[in-house]
Structures are given as C-alpha cells and as structure tokens.
C-alpha cells in the first residue's frame, strides 16, 4: 500500500536532548513537509522540501533542521534550542506543483519532560 | 488566500447525510475549495476539491453555490468513523506551500 509512515507514534525525552523524527513516503511525490500543531490548533509549517537535497524554512523552522538525501524520506531533527518542542508533528507530501493536495502521515506526539 | 467561516461543531445521526457548510465570500476567481478532515490524534486526509463545478468522489461530495461564495462537503450516510474536525480551506492551486487549516467544524456522528 501507498503512503506515509512516521515513527514513533509517541516519543518521549528529555529537555536539552536532540530528537530526531521519521518519515518515509512510498508514493513517489517529490515534494514533503513538516508541520507542528498544538492543542486546539491549527498546523504551522516547519520546513519543506520540494527535491532532493534541498529545503527551505517554513514559518516555524528555529530550533529544528531536516535533511533530504533520499526522495522517500524526510527526517525532522528537534534541537534543544527549539523552545517549546512538545507537540504533535505531521509529515506530509505531494506532487511537486500540487502542493494544494497534501497527504498525512498518522503523526508524532513528541512529549518533551 | 480567502478567509473561509465554518460552524465550530456538528451533530449528525449515523447513516444520515451529514451536511457541513462552508462561507467564502471573498474568494477570487482562481481560488479552489477544498475540504479536508482530521481524526483525532491522526493526521489530515484530503477529501475533495472543486473550483466551481459540483464534484463528487468515493467519500463525498462538494456543492459549490452558483456566486461561489458558498459550499457544502455532503457525507452521504455518515458513520462512526467520519467524526472528525473537518476544514475547508480556499486557495489558488500553486500558491503558499502549507495548507492553512482555521479552527474548522467538529462533526460528531451519533449512533
């Protein structure tokens, strides 16, 4: 089956250590992203990728780094100079010049204690 | 991007039409709908899209008022598993990158 994977579903760590996110597509989209929600609100875009090996900085991308050596795969590093990291992260993807259709992963909630 | 207003919840009866409306009053005319969901603790799924034609897919279907400043996402019979805050969103096809999701409808299906 096609789609996007992102593991762990839950991850827990402790302050001032550097965590790093998976995600991986198999549907051959060019183009991934990263997003940050928090409760009750809406998502905030954290970096993008629109090809290999490179990227760009959404509206949220200090304290975070990302890398995009392969097409599938996408990983979202949250630095202990991300202020505020607990939260629920989302990857996504899509088409490269169909970033209006976005697909999801099921998501990270990333609890920092 | 046009500002979109949605009604903060929903009930619907399981097996019922569930009918949620979306205002865009300011659209422009290269501005499509869209409508995505969100299952809690899931990520966003996309549902449909429509510029100003009526379209219909495998999981609903998207009336678009004839001014286009109107629309309505149709669940035709609506189960359990269709709760879910759902987002309607208003935008040009190539525009930003990130999908700007408002505070959308919390639909909750009822047994």
């Known amino acids: 089956d096609g789609g996007i994977t992102q593991s762990p579903k839950y991850l827990f760590r402790k302050e001032g250590q550097n965590v790093t996110l998976s995600c991986e597509q198999n549907?051959?989209?060019?183009?991934m992203y990263w997003y940050r929600q928090d409760p009750g609100q809406g998502l905030r875009l954290i970096y993008y990728?629109?090809?290999?090996?490179?990227?760009q900085k959404g509206d949220i991308a200090e304290g975070y780094s990302v890398s995009r050596e392969k097409k599938e795969s996408f990983p979202l590093t949250v630095t202990s100079a991300q202020k505020n990291p607990t939260a629920f992260y989302l990857c996504?993807?899509?088409?490269?010049?169909?970033?209006?259709?976005?697909?999801f992963g099921p998501g990270t909630r990333l609890t920092v204690l | 991007d046009a500002k979109t207003t949605q009604p903060t919840s929903m009930d619907c009866a399981e097996g019922r039409a569930a009918n949620l409306p979306c205002n865009h009053s300011t659209i422009s005319g290269n501005e499509y709908v869209y409508w995505y969901r969100q299952i809690h603790s899931q990520g966003p799924q996309y549902i449909i899209h429509?510029?100003?034609n009526n379209e219909t897919n495998e999981m609903a279907s998207l009336i678009i008022s004839e001014d286009r400043k109107s629309s309505t996402l149709i669940l035709p019979h609506a189960t359990l598993r269709d709760t879910a805050v759902y987002y309607c969103i208003v935008r040009v096809a190539a525009g930003a990158n990130n999908l700007f999701f408002g505070t959308g409808t919390r639909l909750t299906v009822i047994p």
């Open positions: 429509g510029l100003k």
């Open positions: 549907l051959n989209h060019d183009a």
């Open positions: 996504a993807s899509s088409i490269a010049d169909r970033r209006d259709t976005q697909y």
């Open positions: 990728s629109q090809i290999v090996n490179d990227f």
